[in-house]
């Protein structure tokens, strides 16, 4: 090795262990590590070594709960009864371009979702449950949103708001048992949300997971049936269908909905509130018009083996019309209990 190429290596040796690079490399380890103990990313770091988990995806889970709810009752009375609220649900994020060519696009779906009251039986045999085969949201989020029209040249126009579209197929519910118009005799029935879609306009426009204020306008068709009327000389009515009289309902573009979902950076509190208000044609030829509203709120409170458990408040109401002699039913329910759950991210 001559001496020209030994002082070379000498000199780069040199340069490399007092460049600015090599003389941060040990803090800047440091510095991540406390600020992982300060919170900063989805995991923190313990002073003992030990990784857990301070940031949550709720919307990606399995999830199993028990509940206390307070429910109107076949007699109008209210009554309290256990609930388990069980499902699977997960929440993809897409993020494309930055500045002001940013796009985001949020998809959460939901599968087997809902609720079941074990001593609540609305039917013989079965019990009060409100539950959906599956359901899905897909919001789109443009940092600058446009119309462009298709004149010559085309023009493109602010459109301030993120769009999206939302979708149920299969909901299934057994609600409070409403009465027969006259003698008041309880007329049992089953709801069938064949297929529901809306298109969602958000002038809130966040860009941030599980954070929307939803202005939402669609479809939807239902399906009642209700129990046969009883014979005047018939055994006292059970709770069964029998031979049910089925009413179809079907909302040509008249459903309105109004959604607000909120959720803490950490994921740790959860709300979604919702309202609906469906004006829709029944095969009694005639125009009827259904209402809903609820609210979820969900805070956790610990995570074992980086698993959340999470405290949950419901609450629900849903006015269905009146249809063939039975009379209309207000359905109003409120829930508090445990969530337990296997996260999926």
């Known amino acids: 090795m ?5 002082a070379a290596l000498l000199v780069m040796a040199a340069a490399a262990a007092l460049s600015p690079r090599a003389g941060r490399a040990e803090p800047a380890r440091e510095e991540s590590e406390e600020s992982e103990r300060a919170g900063g990313g989805d995991t923190a770091v313990s002073e003992e070594g030990r990784r857990f988990r301070v940031r949550f995806d709720p919307a990606s889970r399995v999830w199993l709960g028990v509940a206390s709810a307070l429910h109107r009752g076949a007699g109008g009375a209210i009554e309290i009864e256990p609930e388990i609220d069980a499902g699977l649900s997960y929440r993809a994020r897409s993020v494309t371009g930055s500045g002001p060519g940013r796009v985001v696009w ?15 039986q609305a039917l013989d045999g079965v019990p009060a449950l409100d539950a959906a085969l599956y359901g899905a949201s897909f919001l789109r989020h443009d940092e600058s949103p446009r119309v462009v029209l298709p004149m010559s040249p085309p023009i493109a126009v602010p459109f301030p708001f993120d769009i999206g579209v939302e979708a149920e197929v299969g909901r299934v519910s057994i609600p409070s048992i409403p009465r027969r118009q006259g003698d008041g005799s309880p007329a049992p029935l089953i709801r069938l949300g064949v297929a529901r879609a809306t298109a969602i306009l958000d002038p809130w426009r966040t860009g ?7 202005i939402g306008l669609g479809v939807r068709y239902d399906i009642d049936a209700y129990a046969e009327s009883p014979s005047p000389r018939a055994a006292p009515a059970r709770r069964t269908l029998g031979e049910p009289r089925v009413v179809h309902r079907i909302a ?5 909905s109004l959604r607000l979902r909120l959720q803490s950076g950490d994921g740790l509190t959860v709300f979604d509130g919702r309202g609906d208000v469906v004006p829709h044609w029944t095969s009694e030829e005639r125009w009827r ?7 979820h709120v969900e805070r956790i409170l610990a995570a074992i083996d980086d698993q959340p458990i999470a405290a949950v408040i419901e ?6 019309p009146p249809a063939l002699d039975v009379q209309a039913v207000h359905d109003l329910r409120v829930s508090l209990g445990l969530a337990f759950t296997l996260a999926l991210r």
């Open 315 to 320: 609450g629900e109401y849903r006015l269905l």
């Open 2 to 6: 001559t001496a020209r190429r030994l």
């Open 289 to 295: 018009v259904l209402v809903r509203s609820a609210a």
């Open 106 to 120: 949020q998809a959460d779906h939901r599968v087997l979702a809902g609720r079941v009251s074990p001593a609540g």
């Open 252 to 256: 040509p573009m008249t459903a309105g």
């Open 208 to 214: 941030e997971a599980g954070r929307s204020f939803e």
